[in-house]
Antibody
Framework: QLQLRESGPGLMQPSETLSLTCTVS??????????WGWIRQPPGKGLDWIGN???????YSNLSLKSRVRISVDTSKNQFSLRLTSVTAADTAVYYC????????????WGQGILVTVSS | QSVLTQPPSVSAAPGQKVTISCSGS????????VSWYQQFPGAAPKLLIY???KRPSGIPDRFSGSKSDTSATLDITGLQTGDEADYYC???????????FGGGTEVTVL
């Protein structure tokens, strides 16, 4: 059974850089059928797509965040990562990693999520 | 303000049916597949419906999806107390070059 798990800091200061990693187990991140994505959910609000990455390194990010977002993949570790610069309180959210059936497609497996709070 | 519009809440008695609508445009629902997710408090979303109407293995046929023009619908029949959750629609938006979601609909079993 495929499993994804997010890891990273739970509390950050404004202007810092957020770094999260998603570790995939039970399957290969190099499987050419899938993309690997990041989605976030502010407390009490809906889902926001951050971006996704293919095993070969091709990345796609939400234009609203693009200048601050970097998504990378490490196939040797079966991990992919999210880096978000200059965080503010508006970036406080639960961050999920998920497998995506294609660049434009649905998310069929999700991590449990990690709450990241930005506060001074 | 979400790109896809869902009603904030719907409710019905046990055993009844609820319908959740998801309204979009030609840049998203009108030309891309729609998926639906179920989310319980404190948990990650779970895929319920993909490619407009298909159900992943293990999802009961009480959950069904459909689409017409620029709107999609999720029906839940034989409503159970365990169906109380938030439901989100999602799809790709060609104009935004991004995946977009509805604002979510809370289902309450009366």
């Amino acid at each position: 059974q495929l499993q994804l798990r997010e890891s990273g800091p739970g509390l950050m200061q404004p202007s810092e850089t957020l770094s999260l990693t998603c570790t995939v187990s039970g399957g290969s991140i190099s499987d050419s059928r899938y993309y690997w994505g990041w989605i976030r959910q502010p407390p009490g609000k809906g889902l926001d797509w951050i971006g996704n990455i293919y095993y070969d390194g091709r990345t796609y990010s939400n234009l609203s965040l693009k200048s601050r977002v970097r998504i990378s993949v490490d196939t040797s570790k079966n991990q992919f990562s999210l880096r978000l610069t200059s965080v503010t309180a508006a970036d406080t959210a639960v961050y999920y990693c998920a497998r995506q059936a294609g660049h434009y497609d649905y998310h069929d497996y999700w991590g449990q999520g990690i709450l990241v709070t930005v506060s001074s | 303000q979400s790109v896809l519009t869902q009603p904030p809440s719907v409710s019905a008695a046990p055993g009844q049916k609820v319908t959740i609508s998801c309204s979009g445009s030609t840049s998203n629902i009108g030309n891309k597949y729609v998926s639906w997710y179920q989310q319980f408090p404190g948990a990650a979303p779970k895929l319920l419906i993909y490619e407009d109407y298909k159900r992943p293995s293990g999802i009961p046929d009480r959950f069904s999806g459909s689409k017409s023009d620029t709107s999609a619908t999720l029906d839940i029949t034989g409503l159970q107390t365990g169906d109380e959750a938030d439901y989100y629609c999602g799809t790709w938006d060609n104009s935004l070059s991004a995946e977009v979601f509805g604002g979510g609909t809370e289902v309450t079993v009366l």
